[in-house]
């Protein structure tokens, strides 16, 4: 492998372990929050799923940039970045999930006033799992570093979350935030493991 390669190789492979890294966090949360607001168990569990998986398109919209390697507009780059969501969609779409998962994952970017995508669905327009999807994962990635900034308290993070309260179902919004004081935060974010299937199998509220 030259050297060039190498060093392609190794920043997708760090993209790689980030988005499964920040795919854990998000199907723990996503798990958690589901539960929280009434889903059933095996929702919860369909919605921990969606959670893990819900930025696989991202990978390959990565993949296409770096094989380009070449520089783009900046509405260019923002119409490849909004493509993942269909991407991971189509790509799931060829194994057996169920329309619950898939449609969380096609519309976790859809924002409660309309103003997200990929459709600009509105309110309960949007799927229950994508709306609970949203509050988790701009949580998840608030709290964690990113290349151009370090993570953000949680504080800071809910903080932030509330001046985009426009976005969200504030119903769930709302649990989020009585959640996120409840429960050891740290553990899920700072170790996060798939292990939905330990935790309580019942409807009653971890
Ligand atoms: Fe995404």
Known sequence: MNEQRLSLYKVMKAEVE???LHGMKVANLA???AKR????YERSRELAIAGFLHDLG???VAHTAYEQGKEVLEVEE???RRSHVKIGYDILMRYDYSDFILESILYHHENYDGSGYPRNLVATDIPSGA???RIVNMFVALVSDRPYRK???KETAIELMIDEVKNFDMRYFLAFIKMIHEI??????DFPKLEVDLWDKSDNLL
């Open 18 to 20: 980030d988005e499964l």
């Open 184 to 189: 050891d935060i740290d553990k899920v974010i």
């Open 58 to 60: 991202k990978l390959q």
């Open 37 to 40: 607001v009434g889903f059933s």
């Open 31 to 33: 798990f958690l929050l």
């Open 151 to 153: 993570a953000f308290d």
């Open 131 to 133: 709306r609970v999807l």
């Open 78 to 80: 923002m119409v490849r």
